[in-house]
């Protein structure tokens, strides 16, 4: 075990510089040391080595160490190698005088009781002092990571909302037939990129009141005719398909209610004529452009809490009109 007082030497690896060290200054800075000539740091007990005068003492014969501790002289100083000569002593040839060694003070142990940190011994400073006239490097500013995670967590909050949009607008019928407050913001952001937005298609808010299906005939019979006015829309065009001049003309009036409190699309239309046995004769499907024509009326859709009464003429061959005992209206969204 190497004694706390005793005077060893280390050897720097970057320059090869030999200076003395103490165990106690190893033990303060856990053995790091700086070179006083290069300035480099590293682990000094891994290169400890006899000092000089040590080493040139071994060197010596046992006759004169013998000689010497007769006499009572020291050492002669010539022998031991000049590693610190300056170039004033080289040239004169001059021994320099042994270097002094500063006693160091016993090392102290802290207790818990200790509120002070222990002075570095004189070497220690030696050691570690900074070279005179060397500005210490600024210290190096750390990464702004929190402005890095703002932005990030900015563009993926941006990213995710454009991904939202995206969907809304491309289903955007389903979110209004689910939720028709939506039509309104999304009708703005239609105006701006030329779009469109249907209105919501609510069957369950459409419900058919009242329906008559008449002959010509009834109908002249009661004195009633069919007329296209406020409230009314009226199918004027010819009937599909080949007509005969002895088809029977009906005339059929449905009364439509949107007991919502927003504004529907109209619905298509289907007519069913079936037999006394309930056997489908004949079915015809009316869409909303074929009983009102007026573009403007549609797209404004059935008002909320509102009825409309759809009249549409049409023409049967006699002998669907002959078997049909009873007719079915439903409405529906395609």
């Known amino acids: 075990m190497v004694h706390a007082n005793r005077v060893l030497a280390t050897c720097c690896p970057n320059c090869h510089t030999v200076f003395r060290v103490v ?10 040391v700086r070179c006083g000539q290069c300035r480099h740091v590293f682990d000094g007990r891994a290169h400890l080595c006899e000092p000089p005068g040590e080493a040139a003492e071994d060197s010596v014969a046992p006759e004169s160490r013998a000689d010497a501790r007769a006499t009572g002289t020291g050492i002669d100083t010539s ?27 016993p090392f102290a142990l802290l207790r818990a009781e200790d509120a002070t940190v222990a002075e ?26 929190p402005r890095r995670r703002i932005a990030w967590r900015a563009g993926i909050g941006i990213a995710v909302l454009a991904l939202i949009g995206q969907w809304a607008w491309l289903d955007r019928e389903a979110l209004v037939d689910r939720w028709p407050a939506l039509r309104a913001p999304l009708a703005q952001w239609a105006a701006i990129t030329h779009g469109d937005v249907a209105l919501p298609h609510q069957r369950e808010a459409l419900s058919i009141e009242n329906v008559t299906l ?9 004195g009633a005719t069919a007329t296209a006015g406020t409230g009314e829309a009226t199918d004027k065009s010819a009937p599909s398909g080949p007509t005969a001049s002895d088809d029977t003309g009906l005339t059929l009036t449905v009364f439509l209610r949107n007991k919502a409190d927003h504004a529907i699309a109209y619905p298509s239309l289907e007519l069913t004529l079936s037999d006394t046995e309930a056997k489908p004769v004949a079915r015809r499907v009316f869409s909303a452009d074929e009983y009102l024509p007026d573009a403007h009326v549609r797209s404004e859709g059935l008002p909320a809490r509102s009825e409309r009464t759809i009249r549409l003429r049409l023409t049967a061959q006699p002998d669907q009109a002959a078997a049909a005992s009873n007719y079915r209206v439903l409405a529906f969204y395609p």
Do not use: H, M, N
């Open 23 to 32: 165990a106690d200054q190893l033990k303060l800075r856990d053995g790091l």
């Open 79 to 105: 022998a031991i190698p000049r590693l610190f000569d300056g170039p004033d002593t080289a040239e004169s040839g001059a021994v320099p005088a042994p270097c002094a060694e500063v006693p160091s003070p």
């Open 120 to 145: 570095p011994t004189p070497f220690a400073a030696q050691v570690w002092g900074d070279v005179p006239g060397e500005t210490p490097p600024a210290p190096i500013a750390p990464a702004s990571r």
């Open 214 to 222: 008449q002959t010509d005939a009834d109908a002249a019979a009661s």
